[in-house]
Structures are given as C-alpha cells and as structure tokens.
C-alpha cells in the first residue's frame, strides 16, 4: 500500500514538472508547432505534384423481355456481370481506343455519304451525286497517353446491387483527369456491343472538371503541427533528463548518502543596495586602539 502511494506519488511528481517544463518552455513548443505546419502546408502546396480525379457513371443493361421473370433475371445478370464490366474497361481493347482518341481527339460532325447512282432508261448507271466525306471538328486538346499508363490512371467503382459503375480517372492536371474518364468511357459504350451481347450501354455522368485528390492539404498541415508538437515536447524532456543539476537537497542524503548540515538561501540583491563604507572604517579605527 505504501508503495503504490509513492509510485502514485511519483507519477504526480513527474506530471507536475512535466508541466512545468511545458510552461517554461512554451514559447519553444509553439514555434515547432507552427513551423512544421507551415512546412506541411508549404510541402503539400508547393513540393508535391498535385493529382486531380473526375470521374463518369456507367449504366450497362441487355436486351430487354416483355416477360417480367425474364426482365428481372436479365437485370441480376447485370449485376453480376459488372465485374466483368470492370475487366473489360482496363483491357487493352477499350483503352487502345481511348488512346488513339486522346492522341487525336476528333469527332464526326456529318457522316460520309456514298455516292448516289441511277440506271437511265438506256441501261446506263450514272452518278447523280458524289460521294462525301465525313466531317469532323476536334473536341478537345491532344494528351499523349499509351494502354498501359491509362491502365495506371483509371479504376472503377461499384455498388453493391446496382448497375451503375462509376469510372475514375487520376492525372496531373483536371482537365486531363476529365479527357481521359471521357474518353474511357466512350471508347467502352463503343467496343461493348462487339465484345458481349449488350445493346444498351448509357454514360449516365459525364465526367466534369478534375478536383484536387492529392495531396491533402488539410491532412498535411495537421500532421506538421501534430509531428511540430511531439517533437518539440521531446526535445524538452530530452534536455530536462541530461541535465545534471541536482534540484532537491533530498537526492544528496538519500541516494549519495551525504549529511545535509544546512541551507544557504539564494537571494537577489536591489540595485539600491550598497556598502556603509564610513562605518567600516570607524571600526577600524576602535580595533586599532
């Protein structure tokens, strides 16, 4: 019982001069703190490439059965079919397309006509109209992607019991985040149909401009402060134990086993305080006699 009391004792005394320290030291412990949270926020601002995600929704349904068992088999089989889905969209056929998209991104504005002939009453075929190219304008800015980096680059979501997948693109700035999720997608709502037996594919979300998803600014400055603290608090206790100046007159009798044979107390003069130089040399003079 004794003991615990010393032990509990002693703790309260560690604790104490814990906080002690702390308060001495206070001015220290806030310029760490600020210091490396500013270094946090200046590190994930300025030294840390940012990567920006955007991402498109993906509904993928079958051909449709006026009966109702067979509609509702068909949409659980779409639902278990989305990992499959997931595998198809990284798979070197989706994402080729979508580079050579990225690489020169077009679309058809008119599509191209054959040209037009008629059989005359002679028997003779003539051309009554030429034929026409397609016309295409370009829908957005060229990014030099390869399959494999796209691979790198996209992932996919689901949910549980639903249709709709959504696809995920990471890259250095927010628009190419939105060109690539974009371009994905499209190529997969194009290659589907060749690939499975699924005519209704339908890019429920677009992808919009990229946000910021790494690095995160907030958790970077917090754990600048968080690591600025502990930091700083080591170092105190650090210097507090290599310090040797013995601070109670306890230590010398009990653990050196010295005698204590009294106190000189310390105190601290004014400056108004001088020596009575006549009364010394009056009492001089009386020794003298």
């Known amino acids: ?12 005394i560690d604790l104490l001069r814990l906080w002690r320290l702390f308060k001495q030291h206070i001015l220290s412990v806030i310029i760490w703190t600020v210091g490396l949270g500013i270094i946090g926020f200046a590190v994930a601002e300025f030294a840390i490439q940012p990567k920006y995600s955007s991402s498109a929704q993906i509904l993928v349904n079958q051909k ?6 067979a509609l509702y088999n068909a949409q ?14 990284t798979s070197p056929v989706i994402l080729n397309d979508a580079s050579k998209y990225l690489a020169n991104p077009v679309k058809v504005v ?27 304008e370009r829908d ?41 999720a974009n371009a994905v997608a499209n190529s997969f709502k194009k290659k589907i149909p060749k690939i499975m037996n699924v005519n209704n594919v ?11 998803s790494f690095p995160n600014t907030k958790l970077f400055t917090l754990g600048g402060l968080v690591l600025g603290f502990i930091i700083a608090i080591a170092i105190i206790i650090t210097r ?3 310090n040797t100046t ?4 306890d230590y010398l009798s009990n653990e050196l086993g010295l005698t204590n044979l009294g106190t000189v107390t310390h105190f601290n003069l004014s400056n108004s305080f001088s020596l009575n130089k006549d009364k010394n040399k009056g009492n001089r003079r009386n020794k003298r006699v």
């Open 202 to 212: 339908t890019i429920v979300s677009h992808a919009s401009k990229g946000v910021k």
């Open 1 to 12: 019982m004794e003991n615990n009391n010393n032990a509990a004792q002693s703790n309260s």
């Open 64 to 69: 449709k059965d006026r009966d109702p068992n």
């Open 140 to 180: 957005g800015q060229s990014y030099d992607y390869s399959a494999k980096e796209l691979n790198k680059a996209v992932s996919v979501q689901t949910q549980q019991n639903s249709q709709v997948f959504t696809l995920t693109a990471t890259a250095i700035t927010p628009d190419q985040s939105k060109a690539i």
């Open 246 to 249: 013995v601070r109670e007159d």
């Open 76 to 89: 659980q089989a779409d639902v278990q079919m989305i990992n499959t889905y997931k595998d198809i969209i």
């Open 110 to 136: 008119k599509k191209a006509q054959k040209a037009k002939y008629v059989v005359g009453a002679d028997g003779v075929r003539r051309r009554v109209r030429a034929a026409q190219p397609a016309v295409t």
């Open 240 to 242: 507090d134990a290599m």
